[in-house]
């Protein structure tokens, strides 16, 4: 594969994309919906539905390799081997890792010029269950780091690529594969329809929660399928910062700690290169903490004065954010059955930024944080950013913050059936909806549509050829292990 003719930072939407957007109507105009839903439908002779099917890479195609290997540059060093060797685990794993690859092969195909408030990573594991501010378990997408304004056919054509990858790997034929995609692009063609029809007030509210998904289920379904739906949620509500402080603290000299598994985890003490740096680093962390309880809600902000800061580690997590500065925070309310496990994540900027634009957020945790905000049903209560001028490294690095567990599930892909699959992937497709209904126009969106299912089919032979890509990928990332051009290191 050749190398990038041009510096990342340098690459933008191309210009055959952007000519080919149609003259919306400005955001607040007084375009009433029906006249949106218009808008949306002329918009096909602009841009075909049936366009959106071609995977036409340039020539000059970026070497994906290149690009994660650009991407770890600002990560730790010693995390960076693992998540190269997390992403060579298959190619579904290596889909996970290239959200900035796919990006730049998603910045030459068509779009429309409209704009959502995108997730920017949408693939599968990427939706998941917690449990909501009301303890509610809700279906909702789960990962925000990408998140940015931009086109709403990326996120679409992600999400579909993932189930086409994820369906072969679950050693689906062709056509089981083909039928499972469909499910889910229907399914969002079908709730963005659904949402034109509704009050703004009515999407906003609109969410998926685990009990509707259960009632559904009663009928028409196999047993073993509502066992695994009932099984998934018993096993949601046990994961909470109780079983997190069972199973990831132990007690020192009558003191809670984080227990250390280099390298995955490795406690702040362990990291300070002295006494003094350690002491250092604990009044540093509590002037975070004071900073981060201002970006909480009023309420958020006085219950989290009720918890007292035990102990931290820095901890490997997930598979593309692997190398990032991630954080875990211990923190005790009344005693040790009081416990409070925050996830302290770095945010980078989004892989969507060289191609969509910047976002007009200085403080990249806060760019994550209001996009969830923006897209969940319900966000977690503890969410919040920190800016931290002087890290351990002496670089500033901006992060976000949230409970490490609330009930939080993903669902295992790999070992669903056809037709659970097949049902996942629509509660996948119906919540991306209506994340892109909350934030976009969705009376133009559904125009342009429609009822038929051209859009699906396009997109069904976009994700046979992206996943096809996509193992080429896998496999040249492979080939640049071997060779030694990366260090991967599996197992971890």
């Not at 704009?115 to 909702?140: I, K, W, Y």
């Amino acid at each position: 594969m050749s190398a990038a003719k041009t510096p990342l930072t340098a690459v933008q939407i191309p210009a055959r994309a952007r000519a080919s957007a149609p003259d919306w109507p400005a955001a607040g105009s007084l375009a009433s919906p029906a006249e949106r839903a218009s808008f949306g439908r002329a918009a096909r002779g602009l841009v075909p539905r049936e366009d959106h099917a071609a995977l036409d890479l340039p020539f000059d195609r970026p070497d994906p390799v290149d690009l994660l290997e650009l991407q770890a540059r600002p990560r730790l060093p010693d995390l960076v081997p693992v998540r190269y060797g997390r992403m060579l685990a298959s190619p579904f794993a290596y889909f996970r890792g290239a959200a900035l690859p796919m990006v730049s092969d998603l910045a030459v195909t068509p779009v429309t010029g409209l704009t959502v408030q995108a997730c920017g990573d949408a693939h599968l594991s990427n939706f998941g269950v917690f449990g909501s501010p009301e303890r509610r378990l809700v279906f909702d997408i789960n990962d925000f780091d990408e998140t940015l304004p931009g086109p709403w056919e990326w996120d679409v054509k992600r999400l579909a690529a993932s189930v086409e990858i994820a369906a072969r790997e679950n050693g689906f034929a062709a056509k089981q594969r083909r039928k499972i995609v469909l499910a889910g692009v229907r399914q969002y063609r079908e709730a963005m329809r659904a949402f034109a029809g509704m009050t703004s007030l009515d999407v906003w509210y609109a969410r998926l929660d685990l009990d509707q998904i259960r009632s559904e289920l009663k009928s028409g379904v196999s047993g073993r399928l509502r066992k695994a739906v009932d099984e998934g949620m018993a096993r949601a509500r046990t994961r909470d910062s109780m079983q997190a402080l069972a199973k990831m603290t132990t007690v020192v000299d009558g003191k809670r700690r984080i227990t250390p598994d280099p390298p995955l985890i490795v406690p702040i003490s362990d990291l300070a290169a002295s006494q003094e740096d350690a002491v250092g680093l604990d009044t540093m962390i509590c002037d975070l903490l004071a900073s981060y309880r201002r970006t909480l809600h009023e309420d958020s902000a006085e219950l989290l004065g009720k918890y007292q800061l035990t102990d931290m580690a820095r901890k490997a997590v997930g598979v593309g954010s692997v190398g990032t500065r991630c954080w875990i925070v211990l923190m005790l309310g009344s005693d040790e059955a009081d416990p409070l496990f925050l996830q302290v994540k770095e945010a980078e900027r989004s892989v969507l930024s060289e191609y969509a634009g910047a976002s007009k957020y200085h403080n990249q945790g806060q760019r994550v944080v209001v996009g969830q905000r923006y897209t969940q049903a319900s966000s977690d209560i503890f969410l919040g950013w920190i800016r931290i001028e002087e890290g351990i490294d002496g670089h500033p690095h901006d992060y976000y913050v949230r409970q490490l567990r609330d009930w939080k599930l993903s669902l295992e892909i790999e070992r669903m059936s056809p037709d659970w699959l097949r049902r996942y992937v629509s509660y996948c497709g119906w919540t991306l909806a209506r994340a892109h209904a909350r934030t976009g126009d969705r009376f133009a969106m559904s125009g342009y549509l429609g009822s038929s299912a051209v859009f699906d089919e396009a997109i069904a032979d976009f994700a046979v050829s992206y996943a096809d890509q996509n193992e080429r990928d896998y496999s040249e990332l492979g080939r640049a292990a071997k060779s030694g051009r990366v260090v991967a290191r599996t197992g971890l």
